[in-house]
């Protein structure tokens, strides 16, 4: 009884293993995977922060000093990023990651660089879901519209001009596509207010990456 036993358990001791030794072998994969990407996601963001802000003009590591905001402070539909660059313990400059839910599509997600005199160091679109043709004039790769941010400022223009010129503001919008440049004016504003009004949270001295 106890051979027949031992005959009837060795396919299931066996599958066991097999079950045993694909797990551990999937979750090695896994964490060589979620790092490899992770590592991926940090060179990324440190090119688009370089992209805005030069990186000679900091010395510290923004993605290590960084705080986090609630999606309400910017009316963005994730939490806020901010990623704060010094040199010599002095503020150059902050880039936020806020995402904008009023695009013609959706989501707009974008990174939005301030500098330290409360002027644009620039403005680029991480990722959005607008129409091909249209609405995804707002990527750098397919017009230069998002590039007109860099230098202006909450004095230049005025709270008037902060519109597309169909609503009576300086901003171009786009041939048939009003909505898109209308929500990526209107998120990059909200930061302009936000930041121009948060100073001390902003360039607080940092303790360390926040979660």
Do not use: C
Not at 86 to 113: E, M, W
Not at 161 to 170: D, Q
């Amino acid at each position: 009884m106890n051979a027949l036993v031992r005959e009837i358990s060795k396919p299931t001791l066996l599958l066991a293993g097999f079950a045993v030794a694909g797990t551990l072998l999937l979750a090695g994969v896994h964490n060589l995977t979620a790092k490899q990407i992770a590592e991926s996601e940090r060179l990324g963001l440190l090119k688009r922060i370089n992209t805005l802000v030069e990186a000679s003009r900091y010395d510290n590591n923004p993605l290590e000093d960084k705080i986090s905001l609630p999606p309400a402070e910017l009316n963005s539909s994730e939490p806020v990023l901010v990623y704060r660059l010094r040199k010599q313990n002095q503020p150059v400059a902050a880039i936020f990651t806020t995402t904008t839910p009023d695009g013609y599509s959706g989501n707009i997600r974008l990174v939005v660089g301030i500098n330290a005199d409360q002027t644009l160091a620039g403005v680029r679109v991480l990722t959005h879901k607008e129409t091909p043709g249209l609405g995804d004039w707002i990527d750098a790769e397919k017009s230069d519209w998002i590039l007109s941010f860099s230098g202006k400022s909450l004095q230049n223009p005025k709270d008037t001009g902060w519109a597309v010129k169909k609503e009576g503001g300086e901003f171009d919008q786009f041939t048939g596509a009003t909505i898109t440049p209308r929500a990526v004016v209107v998120a990059v504003k909200q930061v302009l207010i936000w930041s121009g009004q948060h100073t001390d949270i902003l360039y607080a001295p940092s303790t360390g990456a926040q979660p």
